[in-house]
Structure formats: C-alpha cells, structure tokens
C-alpha cells in the first residue's frame, strides 16, 4: 500500500470491537494482557502493557478484563497477556487483552480492544465556519487487508462542526481507549477526533519490534506484523472512524492533518491549525510528545546531512524512511540503551546491517536493571550482533562524503550512514500556556486531579498526564498500557463515572530469543532489588555486581524495596504474573522471606 494512499486511509474492522481491557499485555510484542486486553501503549511492552508516546516497551504493543489488553487495547505491540500467556507499546486488556508488540504477557498479549494494535451535542448557532481545502477526488476503492477494510475518503470539503459533544485531541493510544469507553456507557455519543498525523490511530510498539522481525517486506510495508502467537496483525486499530462530513451520533469521525494550537477551558473552545473553532461539551487532552534529541544532532548549514540521517523514532514515516533505506552494507548507530534504544538495537541487527550502540550507562537497562543482570543483557545483546559502547557520549558529528563521522566521549570516532536517537520523550504541553493549566517541573505533564481531571470538562490521558498514584505517589508513565488504561478510564469519566486512578500499569520488552520480561511498579535500579532465579537456590540482590561468564539468569524475578516494602516487580522470561505482583505493590506489605514470595509466581515452571 502506497503512503499516499495510507493519507486517505480510515480503518473499518470487519469485527465487532472488543472492549479494551484495562491492562494489555505486550504482544511483541505480542502485549501482556492482564484482564482482558485493550486493543491499542499491547507489549513493551517501553507508550504493549501498556502502544505513547506503542512493548516497553521505551517501546512491543496495552486491555482490562481481559489480558493485558484494555478493553479491545491497540495493539501497539502484540503484547504478552497478564494472566494469560503473553499475547503496546499487544496491549493490556481492560475487558479483552490488547495486542502490542509482541510483548510480555502483562496479563495478555494487548489487543487493546480490537487491538489497540509502542481520539458531540446540538452545534450552536455561530458564523459559518471556514472550509478546509479541498480533498482530493478519488473514488470510493476498499482494499482487503487481512482483518481490516480500508476505504479512501469520499471526496468534498471537510465540514468542520461549530460544536461537538465529545472532543478528542489526539489520535493514538490513549484515544481510541477513551473512544471505546465512551461509546460503551453512551452509544450514540457524537465524538470527534483529532490527529496530527495523515493516518488513523495505530500502535508505536511494533515500529521497535515486530515490523523489523516479518521476513514479508511487502507485508511490513503495509504495517503487517507477526504478533508473539504467530497470526498476522495490523499497525492500525480496526475501530471505526469515518470522514469528518459523516460525523453522527454513535458515528465517531476522525479529523486528520489537523492540530489543535489552542484551547480555552473556560470557554470549552479550540482553535484548529485550520482557523476554524469548535466548542465541545468534554474534551480529552492525549497529544502524546516528542522524541528527545542532543544538541550534536540537530543539522546545521554545515551538516545540512543530518536532516536526513537522524531518525527520531517515534511514527510510521520515520519507520518507512529507515526501512526504505537499510541494507546488509549500512552502518547504524543507535543512542540510548533504554528500552526503545535496547529494543532497535536489536532489531536492527535482523536488517543485515552494521549496529553500533552507544550510551552513558555501564549496561543495557542500567536505569532499570540491578548492575549484574544489565551486565548480562549487554552480552547477550553482544552475542546477538550490536557493537556496544556503554559509558559513552556523542560528543560530536561531521558530514562526510563517507557518511556521518561521529566522535565519543571515550575518544573514538565512528562512519555510519544512519543515526536512530532513543534518549527519552518529552510530553507535548505547548498547549498548557494558552489553556493555562499547570505542568510538573519536575515530571513534566499536565498535572491532574485523581479522576485524571484538569480543570471542569477537561481531562488528560497518556504520556502527557502526571497522576497521582494512591500507592507510589505522583507519577508519569510513557508506557503503551498506560495509554490504554488512563485513556479508558478518562472516557468513562468524561461521560459520567467519577472514578479515581488507582490502577498500576505494566510495561514488557523483548531483546531477543534468551530476553523478555514484563515490569510494573517502581522499576529503578537506584532501589535496593532481590532476584530469585530457577536455577539456583539462593537470593541473588544488586550487592553481586558482576555474575561471571558462567552465570545464566534464564527464569526469575525481581523485587525492588524500599524500606522492605516491594515497590516494583520484574517477572524475566516469566508471563502472564503481573497481576499477582500488583496485589503485592498494593498489599504494602513488610516482607522478610523473599523465597516464599517467589513461590507465588511459579518461576521454576518452564515458560
């Protein structure tokens, strides 16, 4: 399928939508599904657990009753399924497991709803509105893709509504949850929806994971991925969005292209990129945000090259670009050994090409894994093909007519054609000056109130929400469960629940055939951890920093403390258990006996 033709493109699943479930497992992503999966952030499993900013699943694809998948959760990343095998960025399910990225069951693989597979009332009287330009004619064409039917928008002028019951701004993740939930307590609520981008709301996991993994090309160009169970998925969510001009009651549309650049609260009012304005009766705030960048990256009248040779990895025409571009006789530089960077580095290497990878920690993970099994990680990332350089900077770049020449903190200097930057996501709050509302310092985000409220009728969801977290206190998470969580229950309140935000999100990520785990809680490698391992009989804790070559961390789980209280747990090469860690982070609990604690998650069970 044509990039052109994804411009015009609104998916119309065949199938009735699935609930998303309010915990998605990483389908890697197949996405963890914890209840049932949502379909949209399944498996990180950095945005499956939960598609951001699609599982960790930092990025394979988060459902609520369903596993991991939040009810129906995008599949951002086929996520693995919490209490179901795995099945984001799958995602978790909330009522029906989601589907991320391939990602460790968080408590299924996240389908988010239908899989979320790393958003409308009598229109006052007012001015006529604007037209927007008009689309171009091209006649009615469905295209058979696998599970979903793709129509080319009829053409004519888009109507842009004076006013609208329910207004999304967004197109991602934490959307098409808040859509679900919506549409589920008021089936003919008029909602709109708008995105920035020239496609329909699809999952982010799988651009780190599964695209790379499917042999297929001309499969993966059409955003066709191969989820952790082996079946066939697509990027895009399979919800029903239809031309703004069909915008009806219990007929949600989608507003493509289209941002918004201001917002007044008090008013209930936007002002879209268009000119036009439209006041809405509720409004959901999930803008996601943007990739991080370093200074020595960002192109100059000198290095004019670097335009082209950057990739900030975070949409689809970023991931078209690279895999347009990558052969078996590229070199690429990946920075950043998080998640995301952890999980390209990976991928990369299934493309053929060179891989380097370069960032300030002494390991992959080192922010989130205890020393010595970060230390592990890298070797088995080694082993896989990526040329590490851990306690290294980017210091500094030069166009040449070889490529780009990149210089380390350590001294050495690089020649790669291709440079994939995954240091972090900044939430998208430019419209917080306008709508004056109040952004963390610290955290970033909007801050909102426990119903995930910012002011009257206004509500945020996703990576741009800082929370209060009943448990661990306030929070900001950019994983795809996440997304697929805050976003359902910020469409049940907005149509009525008033229900607080108590859930713990997962996230799951897989680096390979011997790496996949799944996360919840507060996962720092600053905390004091105990490791429990199957193949030995004692407790292994960060205090051993360095394991020895002989050592192997197969099967196992991590506590992470504080003042002997578990505040986070890591289940590695075990799925489908994040349920039981959230009732342990939730009891409070003073534990001395970390053996018997183990018993409950069965990690001797061969998985």
Request: contains cysteine; proline residues 8%.
């Amino acid at each position: 399928m044509s990039s052109l033709t994804l411009e015009r493109l609104l998916i119309i699943s065949e199938e009735p939508v699935v609930e998303l479930v309010e915990e998605v497992a990483p389908v890697e992503e197949a996405a963890p599904v914890e209840e049932a999966a949502s379909v949209e952030e399944a498996a990180p499993v950095e945005e499956a657990a939960p598609v951001e900013e699609a599982a960790p699943v930092e990025e394979a694809v988060p459902v609520e009753d369903a596993a991991p998948v939040e009810e129906a959760v995008p599949v951002e990343e086929a996520a693995p399924v919490e209490e179901a095998a795995p099945v984001e960025e799958a995602a978790p399910v909330d009522e029906v497991a989601p589907v991320e990225e391939a990602a460790p069951v968080e408590e299924a693989t996240p389908v988010e709803e239908a899989a979320l597979v790393e958003e409308a009332a009598p229109v006052e009287e007012a001015a006529p509105v604007e037209e927007a330009a008009p689309v171009e004619e091209a006649a009615p064409e469905p295209v058979e893709d696998k599970d979903a039917i793709i129509f080319i928008s009829p053409p004519g002028p888009a109507v842009v509504p004076e006013q609208v019951q329910y207004l999304l701004i967004g197109a991602g993740t934490a959307s098409v949850s808040a859509m679900r939930a919506i549409l589920k307590a008021e089936p003919d609520a008029e909602i709109l929806m708008v995105g920035a981008e020239p496609h329909g709301p699809y999952m982010r996991p799988p651009l780190s994971k599964e695209l790379w993994f499917n042999e297929d090309k001309a499969e993966a160009s059409q955003m066709i991925f191969n989820d952790w169970s082996g079946n066939k998925r697509s990027l895009f969510y399979p919800d029903k969005l239809v031309d703004i001009s069909e915008l009806a009651p219990g007929v949600p549309a989608l507003l493509k292209g289209v941002k918004v650049t201001k917002l007044d609260p008090t008013n209930q009012k936007v002002t879209l990129s268009t000119g036009e304005v439209v006041k809405y009766g509720k409004c959901l705030l999930a803008p996601g945000g943007e990739p991080k960048t370093l200074s020595s990256l960002k192109p100059t009248e000198k290095n004019a090259c670097l335009s082209t040779k950057v990739h900030m990895f975070r949409n689809i025409a970023q991931y078209q670009q690279l895999s347009s571009e990558l052969n078996d006789s590229a070199k690429v530089l990946v920075i950043g050994g998080g998640f995301v960077g952890s999980e390209l580095a990976y991928a990369m290497t299934q493309t053929g090409a060179a891989v380097y990878q370069s960032f300030p920690e002494g390991g992959n993970m080192g922010r989130v894994l205890p020393k010595y099994l970060s230390n592990w990680t890298t070797k088995q990332l080694e082993n896989a093909g990526v040329n590490i350089r851990p306690e290294s900077k980017v210091v500094a770049t030069e166009c040449t007519d070889n490529g780009v020449q990149v210089q380390l903190s350590t001294g050495e200097e690089l020649t790669v054609d291709h440079i994939l930057v995954a240091v972090g996501l900044e939430p998208s709050t430019e419209l917080g000056d306008s709508a004056g509302l109040e952004v963390h310092h610290e955290m970033g985000g909007y801050v909102v109130n426990a119903e995930l409220e910012a002011r009257s009728n206004l509500f945020v969801a996703g990576d741009a929400a800082c929370f209060y977290d009943p448990v661990l206190g306030r929070r900001r998470v950019e994983h795809h469960d996440h997304a697929v969580v805050s976003g359902k229950l910020a469409g049940r309140n907005m149509a009525g629940a008033a229900q607080p935000y108590h859930h713990q999100s997962m996230f799951w990520s897989d680096l390979g055939p011997n790496v996949g785990y799944e996360a919840i809680g507060l996962v720092d490698s600053s905390l004091p951890t105990v490791g429990i391992w199957a193949h030995k009989d004692t407790v292994e804790s960060d205090i051993r920093t360095d394991p020895g070559a002989h050592e192997k961390y197969e099967q196992g789980i991590v506590f992470y403390m504080d003042q002997n209280k578990v505040v986070g747990v890591l289940t590695w090469n075990i799925f489908g258990k994040i349920p039981i860690a959230r009732q342990v982070i939730a009891a409070g609990e003073e534990h001395q006996d970390f053996g018997l604690l183990a018993k409950q998650f069965d990690i001797h069970t061969k998985h």
